[in-house]
């Protein structure tokens, strides 16, 4: 066994040639051993396991004594290579191979295996540099890092010490081949193989990075290495085995420190000449490929071990190096803002910083969190936090940072800081620290502060459109920084970082920070005007919004400062929830979970889904009428509405900013609905969480005197409407002056209070800190420097100031406020006294607003303005100013003393600006009994809340804003109104099919009786008339040839879609293949001409028109699709085949049916009832139909309305295919035609049938009713069908209605085929044939002679067919009894009569003989009673009467009564005039009654029975199956499908498919027939037709409906157009898994395939789906 393993493991890796591949199939045979022997069980794998470990061995064999000396000269040439080449290999090794003898098998071994004893070390330096040139970095050098950071040893050296090291130093030269990582794993089973394999790796762990980083395909050796060491690492007893006795963390960090190294450019934050901190470059492949995440994905694989991470927690050497590795990162992807012209190339390195920042920083950093939990673990924390604090110290100078950030740049990563503020909210939330111990000095906390504070700075600057130069990409930075799996390792940590600076540093300090950094101190003045050095004036105002939104989030977010993980989690679900809707697998996807998967909560488990139904209902998946498909939702509840809606989360979540809208939008439209506000409401206040008492000090923000000047200026500019001030800016004002009163410390006593009157001046702006007295300080005189233009300036400084106030204003001047210390304290304090004085009673000149030229900066003065209010007046001013009233405050404790009492009250909840201020009101006097005594006092002063003649301006503004909207408003609605009576009908009516309650008239004039002519609108030109010869009007129709009446079946069992081999389904029961088989059948035996009239065709691939119901002129239509021909946009339809969308209603439209003209003047008189009686009528119908073109449009002259009839007869002709229309044995015959054609009005009327459910019970026009074109088609099909008169002798009329006297003539001529029996005849096609034989419009009395006739042969027909139904004894008996009864006065209306009399002439012929055998078959069980055989000839008589009342419901617009199903019989043929008039209703009905025989009944019956007989002489069999004919068909369906989706895709996915018997890449089903198709597969294609395509036209003449197998999706194929129409499958929470992506269970959603069939029945889909593409006949 040895031998054999030497033997091969040596010839397995002869290192030959440098192309991988070629070597790699060379070896292909060994390995292929190799593994086969490893499959031979336990002690083969200990044996090898031996052999590869054994040192000595391997020893013997490289050292070359005796026999092995020329192994030790090839040994020598491979070191010498490896040295001097890096890692190439000779090339002679392998002729030197091939020529050893097999002296022994021994020396062979050497060949691969010569140890790699080479120091890998030296080959750095001369790789590094040829990388550099290569990869053309231009300007930035890459910079090269002493090596004295490091461990040498870990990178140099490589020992081989035996085979198993040898072994893997080949697989690794040769990035991984698949067959030896199999076999090395496939050993892993063996311990002591394991333990010796992991050593081994970790040993060659820096060449595996050195390799990775060469190779070309990354991505193959990346999952190949993961493979490898995931079964490595995650072994907690092995990972710490390696750890302790091969010092495995160290290699790793060395490892990822050293690979990191190669891609180090010098960074340009701050200080770009003299920095000395280095970062990543983020367009090195090495990042933009993520060629890292092997190693950083084993990093943190082994410290999800506790054992591991409390090693290297403990470790400081490894916490310096690894701080090392992290600040590699910190500052990477700088950002420096364009502000001159655009970028010329947006790069998308941001991609590869955020990837990086992600993987390599922060799942680390979550790794080590999880094992810092409890109190014991102070220590890890301590020494963390030591270490980053030192790393960001070293940051800092490196950087040379004092205090200022450099200008206009900003970089989104900052892994240093997170560490920091994560293990902070570590250690104050798990393990008890205090939070004091871990904290630095505060000038270091100051440092700290600056770049989180300069990120949210910099996210408001994007949003104000400030950095477009820069491209999109910096808005993309801005998105993923707060985006659902980055945030909670960025902007979270951040914001908590500058919450734990706020909390500590002091707090004036602190908020000048932030509006510096925001730059709007600037902007902070009392002053009408004001120069802002930093920021265009257009920004100022977003920028305001940005810096006080972000002092809300500041003090209201909680996410480290106290909330449970609970609550947390609660936050986030309500926060994306309120913002839309959401399926189950966004939200898990939205709600940031811990990057590291080992950590604490993850979504899915038990708290997310008990969180989840706790806060909203699921709203199961529904239809929008339009057809658009929707997915199972997760909606907020009612009662989370009304108290959890936080918009500080939302603004805090949201990745685009039209969200936050959305959120605002649907809390609107809940208020609304709930009753509980009705107008524009403000983002509501929410009460927080309690604070953890280590961070109370934030609170501190809200009571410092910078943010009371700042408010009271705020409020001051918004009364005086200064310009660049916002509604939001109003509510986060008010925001914060509530979030003061709610957090105000207790220690303010009324008493001492109350010395300090209003009228004493202080000497400062306010007197303390606290927001609760500051609210009532009145302000009188403020100091302000304005711009000399300024109208301050201009006025004489107010009387009263006598010396004495103008020194104490001098006084408040110099000692406003900042007598604080740090330099730029004393520069925000200047700013701020400079500008927070200006006084605005005075109306100013509307010319203030204008900025003068920057050129000519205006040099600024001071003014002295009279203010004279205090916060507290100033919103009791704001609410009179919002609600547009003087006085409108009331206090409402005056009224209502409780209130003081329980302050709690709901109708303050919700509300708008009005709202607010109340409640601040009403909160500042609970506080205080002082406040609530000065806001009585101002409230019983009357003041003008604003100066009056400003009112006047605003008012006569919103005054003509409102007469401009209310005269907009009466255009608009002018427009409207003419617009709405055209679309009313459409808009009702054209998105869905089966709803007959809309029942709305159309304009189309065709069916009601009017006296004038009938008048239509044109949708393209406008203009209202009649349908001309000369211009004639037509209506919008879509032609589609379908088949779904041949889908019709005769039993109610539903067809399944087959899921085994055993279900197969065969279309023989279907309504097409029965027609087939008879028409064929007849085309056997008799003449061919009258076969073609005997039947229908259309069953399959007949045409169906529909229309929308618009007309236009034809001519415009010309024009229009000129137009549409010239126009480039790609539509989804193709006009050279004539489709367009409907001017108007924008519908799916490919023809225009002409209306033909006629006045509806006529049709009042055709419809008079006359007294003629039936024979004079039989008569004037014959001569009528023997009069060839008579047709008040004469066919000689060719006319615009006769062209466009052709035409459009054209068209539908070529709608179909050829095999649909031809059925003739000779072909191009004239009967073709005749025949195609009156099938084309009999599919319509069959599907309009369907549509309404398959009977005429509701009665009623439906909607498909009313936009109809059957009047307009049947015109068409007239004109047409009355060129091919039928010679006279032929024509069936005369067979119904004429006795002929020689019955034995036919007879004389036998070598001619016969004509096809007229009860052979299809009764509905006959009516057809003759009502489109007659000239239109059609009379009444005609109408109604035709089907009089017609129903007698029907109805004899209906006796033949139950004659032949029963038994031989039931013949005999009913043969009997009608006989007796013959002579009766009414004998031609009894069917005992009639029946016996069928019977007995049949008996003359062979129709009842040679039954034999194949009686049983043919005899029905039951015993025939009188009611069941009444049924029967209803039920066969049924689909006549129904497609007749259609007709003349069309032709004449009578309306269908509705009726109960049992009575539908009698109903129908009283309306079709069938019943006589005097028929009494108390009598049983019989169906007999409505028989109206034109010649004597016997004898006509008699003649028609002979044809039979002398048929039945010769073929009995065939005789009797034409006569049975299946009348009662089923409503088409789709196939049903199983519950589980599962089960159809363990059929269909491993179905071979039946050309090539391999499995399809795409196997697809049909829903309609259940045949198994391959998508696009090559396979099956036929003359450039792939399968889809292919089967679509046959199995539905261009309609295929097919299911995806492995996309679980439904794809709808409509001639060269197909749409994907959706999946019909939805896993519990009611979502797709299109793809199956998710790999989540799918069930049947019953609802959807009832809609998916309703638009196959309706042929809706072309009108519903929106998202055609052409297929290129390539499915």
Not at 572 to 579: D, F, N, P, Y
Not at 616 to 642: C, I, L, N, R
Not at 802 to 813: F, K, P
Not at 897 to 905: A, C, D, S, T, V
Request: contains cysteine; negative net charge.
């Amino acid at each position: 066994m040895r031998e054999i393993a030497h033997s091969h493991l040596t010839a397995a890796d002869v290192p030959s040639e440098k192309d991988l591949n070629k070597v790699l199939q060379l070896l292909e045979p060994q390995i292929s051993f190799l593994e086969d022997l490893t499959k031979m069980g336990g002690a083969m794998r200990s044996v090898l396991t031996q052999v590869l470990t054994n040192q000595q061995n391997y020893k013997d064999l490289t050292s070359g004594l005796g026999e092995n000396a020329c192994a030790k000269k090839s040994h020598e040439k491979y070191l010498i290579a490896l040295k001097s080449s890096g890692l190439t290999y000779p090339e002679d090794k392998l002729v030197y191979g091939l020529q050893e003898p097999s002296a022994g098998t021994s020396t062979l071994a050497v060949q691969g295996f010569a140890g790699a004893t080479g120091t890998l070390g030296q080959l750095d330096s001369s790789d590094e540099e040829d990388q550099d040139g290569s990869q053309g970095l231009g300007k930035r050098k890459r910079v090269k890092l002493s090596s004295s950071t490091k461990d040498q040893s870990i990178m140099d050296v490589l020992k081989h010490k035996s085979f198993l090291e040898e072994l893997l130093f080949w697989t690794i030269k040769y990035e991984f081949p698949q067959k030896m990582v199999t076999f090395l794993l496939n050993m892993l089973p063996d311990q002591e193989y394991k333990v010796a394999f992991t050593k081994t790796f970790v040993q060659h762990y820096a060449f595996i990075m050195k390799t990775l980083k060469k190779s070309h395909e990354s991505d193959t050796m990346s999952n190949r290495i993961v493979h490898i060491s995931v079964q490595l690492f995650s072994n907690e007893e092995l990972a710490r085995q390696v750890t302790e006795e091969c010092q495995l963390l160290d290699i790793m960090v060395t490892v990822l420190l050293y690979m990191m190294e190669s891609c180090l450019i010098k960074s340009e934050l701050q200080d770009e000449e003299n920095s000395l901190h280095v970062v990543v470059n983020c367009g090195e492949a090495l990042l933009k490929n993520n060629t890292y995440w092997p190693l950083v994905s084993d990093f943190i694989n082994i410290l999800s071990h506790q054992s591991v991470a409390k090693r290297f927690l403990e470790d400081h050497g490894l916490l310096v190096t690894w701080m090392n590795f992290v600040s590699f990162f910190q500052g990477m992807n700088l950002n420096k803002r364009e502000l001159n012209e655009h970028v010329e190339f947006e790069s998308q390195t941001y991609y590869a910083a955020f990837a990086a920042e992600l993987e390599a920083c922060a799942q680390p950093m979550w790794g080590l969190l999880s094992h810092c939990k409890v109190r014991e673990t102070q220590e890890y924390t301590r020494n963390v936090v030591r270490y980053c604090l030192e790393a960001l110290q070293d940051w800092f100078d490196a950087i040379n940072f004092v205090d200022e950030p450099a200008p206009n740049q900003v970089t989104f990563h900052l892994p240093l800081h997170r560490y920091y503020a994560m293990f902070l909210s570590k250690a104050v939330k798990c393990q008890e620290l205090d939070l004091d111990s871990v904290l630095p000095d505060q000038e270091m906390l100051m440092k700290l502060m600056i770049h989180p504070l300069q990120i949210q700075a910099s996210l408001a600057e994007i949003h104000s459109n400030m950095w477009v130069r820069n491209g999109l990409q910096i808005k993309g930075q801005a998105m993923t920084y707060v985006q659902s799996h980055f945030c909670n390792s960025m902007i979270d940590p951040d914001i908590y970082l500058l919450q734990v600076c706020a909390s500590r540093l002091d707090p004036d300090y602190f908020i000048s920070s932030v509006f510096e950094r925001f730059k709007v101190v600037d902007l902070l003045t009392m002053a009408s005007q004001h120069q802002n050095t930093v920021l265009d004036a257009e920004h100022e105002r977003s920028m305001l919004e940005g810096a006080l939104t972000f002092l809300v989030i500041l003090l209201s977010l909680r996410l480290h400062l106290g909330m449970s993980d609970d609550e947390i989690l609660r936050a986030e679900m309500v926060a994306q929830l309120c913002m839309n809707d959401r399926t189950h697998s966004s939200l898990l996807d939205l709600i940031p979970e811990n990057p590291n998967p080992k950590s604490g909560i993850i979504p899915g488990s038990y708290s997310f889904e008990s969180v989840l139904s706790a806060v909203a209902d699921f709203k199961a998946p529904v239809f929008e009428p339009g057809g658009s498909m929707q997915q199972g939702m997760y909606t907020p509840k009612a009662e989370v509405w009304d108290q959890e809606f936080d918009p500080v989360m939302v603004i805090l979540r949201t990745v685009y900013r039209r969200d936050v809208q959305s959120a605002m939008d649907r809390y609107t439209a809940f208020l609304k609905q709930s009753g509980k506000f009705p107008g524009n409401p403000w983002p509501p206040y929410k009460k927080r969480t309690p604070l953890h008492p280590s961070y109370k000090g934030l609170m501190r923000l809200l009571h410092c005197k910078t943010l009371h000047i700042v408010l009271f200026t705020l409020l001051y500019k918004i009364l005086m409407d200064h310009q660049n001030l916002s509604e939001h800016v109003l509510c986060m004002v008010l925001y914060l002056i509530e979030l003061g009163l709610e957090n105000s410390a207790e220690e303010e006593s009324d008493e001492e209070a109350s010395v300090c009157g209003p009228e004493r001046c202080h000497d400062s702006w306010f007197p303390g800190s606290n927001l609760v007295s500051n609210m009532r300080h009145f302000i009188n005189y403020v100091r302000v420097r304005v711009p000399e233009t300024a109208p301050e300036v201009k006025r004489d400084s107010p009387a009263s100031t006598s010396s004495d106030s103008l020194s104490s204003l001098h006084n408040s001047g110099t000692a406003q406020v900042f007598s604080l210390v740090a330099e730029r304290r004393k520069k925000f304090q200047e700013i701020i006294n400079r500008s927070s004085s200006e006084a605005n009673q005075v109306v100013r000149p509307k010319t203030s607003n204008k900025w003068s030229a920057p050129g000519s900066a205006p040099q600024l003065t001071t003014a002295i303005l009279e203010i004279k209010e205090s916060i507290l007046s100033l919103l009791i001013k704001l609410h009179h100013k919002l609600s547009g009233k003087q006085n409108s405050y009331y206090p409402p404790w005056l009224d209502d003393i409780e209130i003081l009492i329980q302050p709690e009250i709901p109708k303050y909840n919700h509300g708008d600006g009005i709202t607010a201020v109340e409640r601040i009101l009403l909160k500042a006097a609970l506080q205080s009994r002082m406040n609530k005594r000065i806001i009585e006092e101002i409230c019983r002063k009357v003041t003008p809340p604003v100066p009056p003649k400003k009112i006047t301006a605003a008012e006569k503004k919103t005054l003509d804003k409102e007469e401009r909207r209310q005269k907009a408003r009466e255009r608009q609605q002018k427009l409207l109104a003419e617009f709405a009576s055209r679309q009313k009908s459409f808009m009702e009516t054209a998105m869905d099919v089966d709803s007959p309650e809309n029942d709305i008239p159309m304009e189309i004039a065709t069916a009601e009786p009017q006296v004038s002519e009938a008048v239509y609108d044109c949708v393209i030109c406008g203009q209202s008339g009649p349908s001309s010869e000369d211009r004639p009007t037509g209506l919008v129709v879509l032609l589609q040839a379908s088949s779904v009446l041949g889908q019709c079946r005769d039993n109610i069992e539903p067809k399944k879609l087959p899921i085994t081999e055993e279900e197969q389904i065969y279309p023989w029961d279907t309504c097409a293949a029965v027609h087939d088989v008879r028409l064929s059948l007849l085309q056997r035996y008799f003449k061919d001409s009258s076969c073609l009239l005997a039947v229908s065709i259309g069953w399959e691939g007949g045409v169906y028109v529909q229309t929308c119901g618009h007309t236009l002129h034809i001519d415009c239509h010309k024009s229009y699709m000129e137009s549409l021909r010239n126009d480039q946009v790609l539509q989804g339809f193709s006009v050279d085949k004539g489709e367009f969308t409907c001017p108007l209603c924008r519908q799916f439209a490919n023809s225009v049916l002409p209306c033909y003209p006629g006045s509806n003047v006529e049709s009042n008189l055709w419809q008079r009832p006359s007294n003629k009686s039936i024979q004079d009528l039989i008569k004037e119908v014959e001569e009528l139909q023997g009069r060839p073109g008579a047709f008040p449009v004469s066919i000689s002259s060719e006319t615009n309305l006769s062209k466009e009839m052709e035409s459009v007869m054209k068209d539908i002709k070529n709608t179909t295919q050829k095999k649909y229309r031809d059925y003739s044995k000779t072909p191009g015959s004239p009967d073709n035609d005749f025949l195609f054609m009156y099938s084309v009005a009999r599919t319509n009327l069959e599907l309009e049938l369907i549509h309404r459910g398959g009977n005429l019970c509701s009665g009623g026009a439906s909607t498909a009713g009313k936009r109809s074109c059957l009047n307009q088609l049947f015109h068409v099909l007239a004109l047409h069908m009355r060129l091919y008169s039928i010679d006279s002798e032929y024509n069936p009329w005369r067979k119904l209605t004429q006795l002929v006297e020689e019955m034995n003539s036919q007879q004389g001529n036998e070598e001619q085929q016969p004509e096809v029996p007229i009860l052979y005849h299809d009764v509905t096609s006959l009516l057809l044939i003759q009502i489109l034989m007659m000239p239109q419009p059609l009379r009444k009395d005609h109408f109604t002679c035709i089907v009089k006739v017609l129903f007698t042969l029907l109805y004899t027909q209906a006796l033949v067919a139950l004659s032949v139904k029963c038994s031989e004894e039931d013949r005999l008996a009913w043969k009997h009894t009608g006989a007796l009864k013959k002579n009766a006065c009414d004998a031609e209306k009894s069917y005992e009569v009639l029946l016996s009399f069928v019977i007995s002439e049949l008996s003359k012929g062979k129709l009842y003989h040679e039954e034999g055998t194949q009686e049983c078959a043919m005899v029905s069980p039951i015993a025939w009673s009188p009611e069941s055989m009444e049924k029967y000839l209803q039920d066969f008589c049924l689909p006549f009467l129904r497609i007749t009342s259609l007709l003349q419901h069309h032709l004449f617009g009578e309306d269908l009564p509705s009726c109960q199903e049992e009575e539908e019989f009698s109903v129908l043929s009283s309306c079709l005039g069938l019943l006589p008039t005097f028929y009494q209703t108390e009598h049983p009905f019989i169906s007999a009654s409505c028989l109206d025989w034109p010649v004597p009944a016997f004898d006509i019956i008699s003649q028609w029975c002979f044809e039979i007989n002398s048929f039945t002489e010769r073929h009995a069999e065939q005789g009797k199956a034409l006569l049975i004919q299946e009348s009662r068909w089923k409503l088409p369906h789709l196939l049903q499908l199983p519950e589980n989706y599962n089960t159809i895709f363990q059929y269909y996915h491993r179905k071979t498919c039946s050309v090539c018997t391999k499995v399809p890449k795409d196997p697809a089903v049909c829903l309609v027939c259940g045949t198994f198709v391959c998508l696009k597969g090559l396979c099956c294609k036929q003359q450039s037709y792939c399968e889809c395509v292919l089967h679509s036209q046959n199995c539905g003449a261009g309609t295929g409906i097919f299911l995806l197998i492995n996309a679980s999706v439904i794809i709808i194929i409509r001639g060269h157009r197909f749409c994907l129409w959706g999946s019909v499958y939805l896993d519990a929470h009611g979502e797709e898994d299109r793809d199956l992506r998710r790999g989540k269970p799918l069930y049947i959603c019953k609802e959807r395939y009832k809609v998916l069939e309703q638009q196959w029945i309706s042929h809706t889909f072309d009108h519903i789906n929106k998202r055609w593409g052409p297929h290129y006949n390539g499915l």
